[in-house]
């Protein structure tokens, strides 16, 4: 019966979500709180599981969320993310935009969270689109392509960022893998695909347009560069610390609190605030403004990633997890696999990639102890599931719909498709990875 439990809390979840149209925090909770009781747990117990579940998933998450999101404010809002468009406009051409696009998207897309960098990122496609005759959807999708994969599979985005504790992956391991994940996932889902859409309709709205900043006023090429890419080159230096310090503890000690994720934010915001602000005359009132505005646009997905805390702690202190877990490994099929299969049906469900992330992890985190499997590539696994199949309940659906004013047939053999080329493509990769690392 507890397996039918799971499934009736995870239905719940979905319903008041999809159906009920209820705030996803509100839907957690309640949905959390029914799943307990009918898993056996007391009554006056549930409130410590929810207090629990909150507390273990954004006491190592939160500060990075908030401070990646301010960061990636910053970049947009300096003009360095137009500045990297138009260095990579001019190195590859019209007859390359497309590749240019996708490089821009990725590289400013590390440090911007999805619907922030879709936000402030889709204005150029319109500009561009405008200023050299080029259908918006054909230069569009690779952008949004390379959005997609690093907040699928790079941390220091939400998703990822907390499921690396949960499994007890390396944060800099997994970002090495999940470039080599993401790089050709992009490519294929960005300008190959985009090449079939060249002749798909689109008229963005006047509505989402956004003044292009002059070229005086932007930041210098390298400046543009250096800082969004600052955290990546940061955290993936981690991986050299047993190198550097040469057995040195004391040295040690201080290059493991400097590639903590947390500072590794906290320089990267401190940098961007010189480089790309002061140095760039824009007050510190305004810096903090912009600040301030980074937190209110994320603030929802800290209380996702809290709400998920919340039913993974429920399953965890019912001890459900476990025999799912013992279920699952019964079905003799590739650890990474299901948990790419449990993220891809609660995304199809839910909408939210995040969502879809941080809930399979909760179900599937026994697995990677039981099986032994590689846990950074459980990560990615999980982040390939969740990419997967976007369609009328994802909020990223809507956004690309309504900006780019397409018809709901051309959104799902564009949005829905790429989404899906992504997804696809990352678990072929995963899977070969691991053949190679296990061989």
Do not use: C
Request: no cysteine; glycine share 8%; proline share 5%.
């Amino acid at each position: 019966m507890t397996i039918v439990f799971v499934l009736v809390t995870i239905l719940l979840l979905v319903v008041l979500i999809a159906w009920a149209k209820l705030n996803t925090l509100l839907a957690f909770l309640i949905s959390s709180i029914v799943g307990a009781i009918l898993l056996g747990i007391p009554i006056d117990k549930i409130p410590a599981s929810i207090e629990k579940g909150v507390g273990s998933l954004l006491g190592s998450l939160a500060l990075i969320v908030v401070l990646g999101a301010m960061f990636g404010k910053l970049v947009a809002e300096s003009g360095a993310a137009q500045k990297i468009a138009n260095v990579l406009m001019k190195t590859f051409g019209t007859k390359y935009i497309q590749w240019a696009f996708m490089l821009t998207g990725f590289i400013v897309g590390i440090p911007l969270f999805y619907n922030v960098g879709f936000v402030l990122l889709v204005p150029l496609i319109f500009s561009i689109a405008s200023q050299y005759k080029l259908p918006a959807v054909y230069i569009g999708v690779p952008l949004l392509a390379a959005l997609s994969v690093t907040h699928g599979f790079l941390p220091p985005h939400p998703s990822p960022s907390a499921l690396v504790p949960m499994f007890g992956a390396s944060m800099g391991k997994t970002l090495m893998l999940g470039l080599i994940v993401a790089i050709p996932s992009m490519i294929l889902a960005g300008p190959l695909f985009a090449k079939t859409l060249r002749k798909i309709p689109s008229s963005p709205l006047d509505t989402f347009t956004k003044e292009v900043m002059p070229e005086n006023k932007l930041p210098g090429t390298f400046n543009s560069f250096l800082t969004p890419l600052l955290p990546v080159l940061l955290i993936a230096g981690s991986l050299l610390i047993p190198h550097l310090s040469s057995g040195n503890e004391h040295l040690k000690s201080i290059l493991v609190f400097l590639a903590n994720p947390i500072i590794v934010m906290l320089i990267g915001v401190i940098y961007a605030t010189f480089s790309l602000g002061i140095l760039q005359n824009i007050s510190i009132k305004t810096i903090m403004t912009f600040y301030a505005d980074a937190i209110k646009d994320i603030s929802i997905i800290i209380m996702i990633v809290a709400g998920a805390g919340i039913l993974k702690q429920v399953f965890m202190d019912s001890g459900v997890n476990n025999d799912i877990a013992s279920m699952l490994i019964g079905l003799k099929m590739n650890p990474l696999l299901l948990g790419r299969l449990i993220a891809m049906l609660i995304r199809v469900a839910v909408g939210s990639a995040t969502v879809a992330g941080l809930t399979a992890a909760g179900i599937v985190a026994p697995l990677v102890a039981a099986t032994g499997v590689n846990p950074n590539l459980m990560v990615l696994a999980i982040g390939a599931g969740s990419l997967m199949l976007s369609h009328v309940n994802d909020s990223g659906f809507w956004m690309f719909k309504e900006y780019f004013n397409l018809s709901l047939k051309d959104t799902i053999r564009s949005w829905t498709v790429m989404e899906s080329i992504v997804g696809l493509t990352g678990i072929s990769i995963i899977l070969l990875l691991n053949i190679l690392m296990t061989n």
